[in-house]
């Protein structure tokens, strides 16, 4: 059984507005906004002070609920739904979420449509905590035995409901065996793993180590990681993953030193519509998060960058998908669709 959720939360609703932990200045500072409709909680989306493939469809829940209840009407609804759902492109959650509020409100009709609009969000909140819950147990036990462990960006409490996706296994593994160490990569360039990963990992009271993005592949080939466990933000129905850039290297190297791969991630984050990695979108964003770091240039002021926020690991690459509803091993079209069934 998973242990008890414990550590950090990253969003709380009060039932009429919806507070989030800004994840821009995490750790030096823990700064709450309250956001109350459509329009803030896309841009915290945007900026990333609200993360995660199933935390960002969570918060995006609440935002059309908010909004709705601000203003009921068709209107309103749809220029709320259009808004978020357009807020980050890659993560499935986010479109899965906004969908299921806009369909509970217009089945529920203009009298109570901000109720029900309400209600739903609060559903897929409930749903995202359990499903992190079993995530937990299940990758715990397919993972049983692996002490030192490699992950990269930020995958915990801050990035989903409950306790997290690859690092909630990460967590239930540490707490059936002390042993458990972890390599956490920096992440670049927003560095959510030397920022957020660490933090949850040290309030935890979990061994970890950071280590440079390009050091990661070199240290599996050394045979320093028993396995890599990763999240995910969009996965296609033949198994393929859209996790944070730079995770496509590491299903390489774990390929090559004959070390599991595995993804973790709640089936929301399958996108049913998707019938390879070859159709996900990959969000690029601004150049200065590339030139900058804590606010210091790095390079040329007008240097040309291109800065892809994710990349696609064939599904060849992964050993297993672990969700709340099993675990796809390895993962494909009927591994994948039993899932789903």
Known sequence: MAHERTGPRALRWDGRRLHVLDQTVLPAREDWLELSGAQDTAAAIARLAVRGAPLIGIAAGYGLAMEVAALPGLGT???????????RPTAVNLAHAVDRVKAAALAAGPATMAAAARAEAQRIHAEEDAASAEIARRGAERLGGARRLLTICNTGALATGGRGSAL??????HARDPGVHVLACETRPLLQGARLTTWELAAAGVPHALVVDGAAPGLIARGEVDAVIVGCDRVALTGDVAN??????????????????????????????????????????????????????????????????FDVTPAPLITALVTERGIAEPPGRATIGALLA
């Open 168 to 173: 909630a296994v990460v967590l239930e593994l």
């Open 77 to 87: 609804l749809e220029d709320g739904w259009a808004l978020l759902r357009d807020a």
């Open 244 to 309: 944070k850039v730079g995770t496509y290297p590491l299903a390489l190297a774990a390929r090559e030193a004959g070390i599991p791969f595995v993804v973790a991630g709640p089936t929301s984050t399958i996108d049913r519509a998707l019938e390879d990695g070859a159709g996900i979108r990959i969000e690029e964003r601004g150049p200065d998060e590339v030139r900058t770091a804590g606010g210091a240039l790095l390079t040329l002021p007008g240097v040309a960058v291109r800065n892809p926020a």
